[in-house]
């Protein structure tokens, strides 16, 4: 796969527990790592509590983004366009999924990449690159 690859938050939570030989893989193949700034929100978020498991996720973060060829993406005025056409479409559609996972998908899109998701909301972005999804049960 030679390309940009994208972690949503369930990626990098199956990262720090080395339980995803598929996302292994596809770490293998990337030619970068791209953490959008709004799945490290989540992944931060989810640390906010004083527990050995947060501390854990929270070194686990740090390690992470220290990794040579990984970098955070924050949102771009390229990012806003393509969250904006996207959540106008899924709107028109009828076919709405979370705000932060449009903001993701948008990510994705300006980094010409793609993510790898568990999340299977979105299959209902047309055009879309992702990987993961083959044996996601939600």
């Known amino acids: 796969m030679r390309c940009p690859l994208l972690l949503d938050a369930n990626a990098i939570i199956s990262l720090f527990d080395g339980s995803d030989p598929e996302l292994e893989r596809a770490l293998c193949d990337a030619e970068e790592l791209i953490v ?20 854990m996720t929270r070194e686990a973060l740090s390690m992470l983004m220290a990794t040579p060829n990984t970098r955070l993406l924050p949102v771009s005025e390229a990012t806003v366009r393509h969250y904006s056409k996207t959540f106008n479409l899924l709107k028109k559609n009828g076919t709405p999924i979370p705000t932060n996972d449009i903001w993701i998908a948008a990510a994705t899109m300006e980094a010409g990449g793609v993510l790898f998701t568990r999340d299977r909301h979105f299959l209902k972005i047309p055009m879309f690159d992702t990987i993961g999804l083959e044996d996601a049960s939600s």
């Open 36 to 55: 959008p700034v709004v799945a490290y929100a989540e992944v931060v978020a989810g640390t906010e509590m004083d527990t050995k498991r947060a501390k």
